[in-house]
């Protein structure tokens, strides 16, 4: 048996243009780690006039419960700093996260195709 080895979680930061903030997110975001992501995005979000905050997930390997948790609450505290939160380069694993616990469209602003999950082929 292999035992699971955390990947520790990175955020580069990257004031990407005026009013604008891209944190690339890699390694694991789960209960260890979802404070640092929550904890950094506010930090960004102190100094005011930002319009944009992109979370690169493409460096994501694993989101728990804590990790969604995380996301939905850096969703709240940018949008009542008058931002938009965008999550990009969203790994397969993060998009079902999201649509099995229901906060896909919230978190996204697309709309939940939960189809996309289903295999339409029979077994």
Known sequence: MTAFVPLPLTLVLDPSGPGALRVAVGGDLDFTTAGEL???VVAALDGGGLTDVR??????RICD???LSALLT???QVTEAGARLHLDDRPAALDRLL???GTY???TGEPA???R???TTPD
């Open 117 to 119: 999950w289903h295999s």
């Open 113 to 115: 195709t939960s189809d």
């Open 65 to 67: 419960s804590s990790g």
């Open 55 to 60: 979370l690169d997930c493409g460096g994501l």
């Open 38 to 40: 929550l904890t950094t």
């Open 105 to 107: 469209e919230h978190l």
């Open 74 to 76: 850096v969703h709240r």
């Open 99 to 101: 649509d099995v616990s």
